[in-house]
């Protein structure tokens, strides 16, 4: 076969000029990169021999090999994994369908500092490796294939992918061409690198020179650490296995470190939660981190629900002792063992975190992972009163965050927790719908993450505590204010409202709950919230009708001045000639307007608001 050339996917090509050209910090990490490559293709070969023994080809022990030629100024990463074939090296090496690069090249360009960290996060280690080298070569042949292929590029737009005549073992084999960073050439240096960012990979890995005599020696202890006891396991042990499997920096904010025994089956687990979030959180095509390991075997880290969705913040192992190594991915979604697992895990993070919860740093893992945690409220399976066990909401009069048990203790038997969900903290904290709550020290919970907006409507209980919204139609708040603005509500005022905005909502009542605004938009017990409205009308790519309350406050000017426009009194001197009709309509309008503002939603017609508008500003 001949040398075929061809050139970069653009987004490689972007991201190989932003690598090598601005990338200046830590580039030792690229032989961490590379190394974890190898471990996972040793990984694949290893999961497919439990099904088909001859992929293995007589070589059945998983190595890693790096090795360095002074001379040549060359290092060679080798393993003996499942390899590639021709078309695997183009679409690995040469194009990147993965819609996260394109996050990745716009996250780095904010976060040049933490680029090690994002490389590994965002799926794109391979070309690290053209922070030190001018040259890379790739050799590489697929298990139970005859035909070997090379790889290579200088890293300038084009590479080249040709059939290697020679015997090729499987596997593949990276050799890097150093013009520069001879530093990296230095055997004591590669084996400090390896120690500290892959000591704990279970494929042995070896280092030598190509010129010695001897053979390469194993650098990393290849052990599996969370088969130790807790008591032979330092912090800066857990610290350096964490950023191994996360391809973090950080260090992690909980170490979780358990051996599970009981009747179904006995495992262990270690698991980190970050004390950063990780950048692709809430990527659709965010995957769960924690791997599935069978007698210290790796089995899998991706479609098997050994925790649920919304812990997927989580970083770790979980070693089973009884399951079967020959197991398929279809067996295991299906399997009782698992789902206990799932079970026994997910409890014991939520408890630990409910015994956190006070702690002073505890805010730094909510502000980092409470909007995912809380979508296990709308789960139908999960454990709610165990995650809301777990959750800090923002107090309206307290003005921090609080749990629900600090927001109870001063609630008497059978009493109401109120929340209102909307936007942002300030726009809540303005909100006409909790002026009364407040008046009344009934304090309200500000709701303002996207995932608010669905748990409330699956949620509705803590305890025994009914959870109910501050904009809930009919909401009574104070008996004698009630019993007080009876004495000033106008009925002629409110059918006047009703007959104007007829065609825009379902309802006009008398408020018992607004003190300084005039009108509010209320939602009957039951439906979608405003807000929750506005993201299915997206989702769906068009507007969804929307029945809407408004409630006026008997005893704001604005309400007064309808009426007495209605009785026929002049707005003021300067407006003899307006028509108490036209500047009554106007001023119902513009009351219906403000509500809407408030509520996060334009005006049906902007246009005919700015008029109305700028006519009341003319009365001045």
Same mark, same amino acid.
């Given at each position: 076969?001949?040398?075929?050339?061809?050139?970069?996917?653009?987004?490689? $090509?972007? =991201?190989?000029?932003?690598?090598?050209?601005?990338?200046?910090?830590?580039?030792?990490?690229?032989?961490?990169?590379?190394?974890?490559?190898?471990?996972?293709?040793?990984?694949?070969?290893? #999961?497919?021999?439990?099904? $088909?023994?001859?992929?293995?080809?007589?070589?059945?022990?998983?190595?890693?090999?790096?090795?360095?030629?002074?001379?040549?100024?060359?290092?060679?990463?080798?393993?003996?994994?499942?390899?590639?074939?021709?078309?695997?090296?183009?679409?690995? @090496?040469?194009?990147?369908?993965?819609?996260?690069?394109?996050?990745? !090249?716009?996250?780095?360009? /904010?976060?040049?500092?933490?680029?090690?960290?994002?490389?590994?996060?965002?799926?794109?280690?391979?070309?690290?490796?053209?922070?030190?080298?001018?040259?890379?070569?790739?050799?590489?042949?697929?298990?139970?294939?005859? &035909?070997?292929?090379?790889?290579?590029?200088?890293?300038?737009?084009?590479?080249?992918?040709?059939?290697?005549?020679?015997?090729?073992?499987?596997?593949?084999?990276?050799?890097?061409?150093?013009?520069?960073?001879?530093?990296?050439?230095?055997?004591?240096?590669?084996?400090? *690198?390896?120690? !500290?960012?892959?000591?704990?990979?279970?494929?042995?890995?070896?280092?030598?020179?190509?010129?010695?005599?001897?053979?390469? *020696?194993?650098?990393?202890?290849?052990?599996?650490?969370? %088969?130790?006891?807790?008591?032979?396991?330092?912090?800066?042990? #857990?610290?350096?296995?964490?950023?191994?499997?996360?391809?973090?920096? +950080?260090?992690?904010?909980?170490?979780?470190?358990?051996?599970?025994?009981?009747?179904?089956?006995?495992?262990?687990?270690?698991?980190?939660?970050?004390?950063?979030?990780?950048?692709? @959180?809430?990527?659709?095509?965010?995957?769960?981190?924690?791997?599935?390991?069978?007698?210290?075997?790796?089995?899998?880290?991706?479609?098997?629900?050994?925790?649920?969705?919304?812990? &997927?913040?989580?970083?770790?192992?979980?070693?089973?002792? +009884?399951?079967?190594?020959?197991?398929?991915?279809?067996?295991?979604?299906?399997?009782?063992?698992?789902?206990?697992?799932?079970?026994?895990?997910?409890?014991?993070?939520?408890?630990?975190?409910?015994?956190?919860?006070?702690?002073?740093?505890?805010?730094?893992?909510?502000?980092?992972?409470?909007?995912?945690? /809380?979508?296990?409220?709308?789960?139908?399976? %999960?454990?709610?009163?165990?995650?809301?066990?777990?959750?800090?909401?923002?107090?309206?009069?307290?003005?921090?965050? *609080?749990?629900?048990?600090? #927001?109870?203790?001063? !609630?008497?038997?059978?009493?109401?927790?109120?929340?209102?969900?909307?936007?942002?903290?300030?726009?809540?904290?303005?909100?006409?719908?909790?002026?009364?709550?407040?008046?009344?020290?009934?304090?309200? @919970?500000?709701?303002?993450?996207?995932?608010?907006?669905?748990?409330?409507?699956?949620?509705?209980?803590?305890?025994?505590?009914?959870?109910?919204?501050?904009?809930?139609?009919?909401?009574?708040?104070?008996?004698?204010?009630?019993?007080?603005?009876?004495?000033?509500?106008?009925?002629?005022?409110?059918?006047?409202?009703?007959?104007?905005?007829?065609?825009?909502?379902?309802?006009?009542?008398?408020?018992?709950? =607004?003190?300084?605004?005039?009108?509010?938009?209320?939602?009957?017990?039951?439906?979608?919230?405003?807000?929750?409205?506005?993201?299915?009308?997206?989702? &769906?790519?068009?507007?969804?009708? @929307?029945?809407?309350?408004?409630?006026?406050?008997?005893?704001?000017?604005?309400?007064?001045?309808?009426?007495?426009?209605?009785?026929?009194?002049?707005?003021?001197?300067?407006?003899?000639?307006?028509?108490?009709?036209?500047?009554?309509? %106007?001023?119902?309008?513009?009351?219906?307007?403000?509500?809407?503002?408030?509520?996060?939603?334009?005006?049906?017609?902007?246009?005919?608001?700015?008029? &109305?508008?700028?006519?009341?500003?003319?009365?001045?």
């Amino acid at each position: 076969m001949m040398t075929e050339t061809r050139k970069f996917d653009a987004q490689v $090509d972007k =991201l190989l000029h932003l690598v090598i050209h601005s990338l200046y910090s830590n580039k030792e990490i690229f032989l961490r990169e590379l190394i974890s490559n190898a471990s996972d293709a040793c990984d694949k070969l290893r #999961y497919l021999s439990q099904t $088909d023994e001859s992929v293995l080809e007589n070589d059945p022990d998983p190595w890693i090999k790096v090795l360095l030629d002074k001379d040549a100024k060359t290092i060679t990463i080798q393993d003996n994994g499942i390899g590639m074939n021709q078309d695997e090296l183009i679409n690995n @090496l040469g194009t990147i369908a993965n819609s996260g690069t394109q996050k990745f !090249l716009d996250q780095i360009s /904010k976060d040049e500092k933490n680029s090690s960290n994002l490389i590994g996060q965002f799926g794109v280690g391979f070309y690290s490796c053209f922070m030190v080298a001018s040259k890379v070569s790739v050799l590489s042949r697929k298990a139970k294939e005859e &035909r070997a292929f090379c790889w290579s590029s200088d890293g300038k737009g084009e590479y080249s992918v040709s059939e290697a005549m020679n015997d090729v073992p499987r596997g593949t084999k990276i050799i890097l061409h150093l013009d520069e960073h001879e530093e990296f050439l230095d055997l004591f240096r590669i084996k400090q *690198i390896i120690k !500290l960012y892959s000591d704990h990979i279970l494929v042995p890995i070896f280092v030598g020179r190509t010129e010695d005599a001897h053979e390469p *020696i194993q650098i990393n202890s290849s052990c599996a650490i969370w %088969s130790k006891s807790k008591a032979e396991i330092t912090q800066k042990q #857990y610290t350096e296995f964490y950023r191994s499997i996360a391809n973090a920096s +950080d260090e992690p904010w909980v170490v979780m470190h358990n051996k599970n025994e009981g009747n179904e089956t006995d495992f262990t687990n270690l698991l980190f939660i970050p004390s950063t979030r990780p950048h692709a @959180l809430f990527h659709p095509d965010r995957k769960r981190c924690v791997k599935l390991c069978i007698k210290r075997v790796f089995i899998a880290d991706d479609n098997v629900d050994l925790i649920p969705h919304y812990l &997927r913040f989580l970083y770790g192992v979980v070693d089973a002792q +009884d399951l079967p190594l020959n197991i398929s991915r279809e067996w295991l979604q299906q399997n009782k063992a698992i789902h206990t697992i799932n079970q026994t895990i997910t409890r014991k993070v939520l408890f630990e975190l409910k015994r956190r919860k006070n702690d002073e740093d505890y805010l730094i893992f909510w502000n980092n992972f409470g909007a995912v945690l /809380k979508e296990g409220l709308c789960e139908p399976a %999960s454990d709610h009163q165990l995650i809301l066990d777990t959750c800090l909401f923002y107090s309206a009069i307290q003005q921090k965050p *609080i749990t629900l048990a600090q #927001y109870t203790q001063e !609630l008497g038997e059978g009493g109401v927790i109120y929340y209102l969900v909307g936007p942002d903290l300030e726009q809540l904290q303005n909100s006409p719908q909790i002026e009364k709550l407040i008046k009344h020290n009934k304090d309200v @919970l500000l709701l303002t993450d996207p995932v608010d907006d669905f748990w409330t409507n699956i949620v509705f209980k803590y305890g025994e505590y009914e959870l109910q919204p501050a904009n809930a139609k009919g909401l009574k708040v104070g008996a004698d204010d009630a019993k007080e603005n009876s004495d000033t509500r106008d009925e002629g005022v409110l059918n006047e409202f009703k007959k104007i905005l007829s065609s825009h909502v379902s309802e006009v009542r008398f408020s018992d709950k =607004l003190v300084s605004s005039p009108a509010c938009l209320v939602t009957e017990e039951g439906r979608m919230s405003s807000r929750m409205h506005r993201l299915l009308a997206e989702q &769906r790519g068009g507007a969804l009708p @929307l029945e809407k309350i408004l409630e006026i406050n008997a005893n704001h000017k604005l309400i007064e001045r309808v009426g007495q426009l209605m009785d026929g009194k002049k707005a003021n001197a300067k407006n003899k000639t307006k028509d108490n009709a036209e500047l009554k309509e %106007s001023l119902i309008w513009l009351v219906f307007d403000q509500a809407c503002l408030l509520d996060g939603e334009l005006p049906r017609n902007t246009a005919s608001f700015v008029k &109305r508008m700028n006519q009341m500003l003319e009365m001045l």
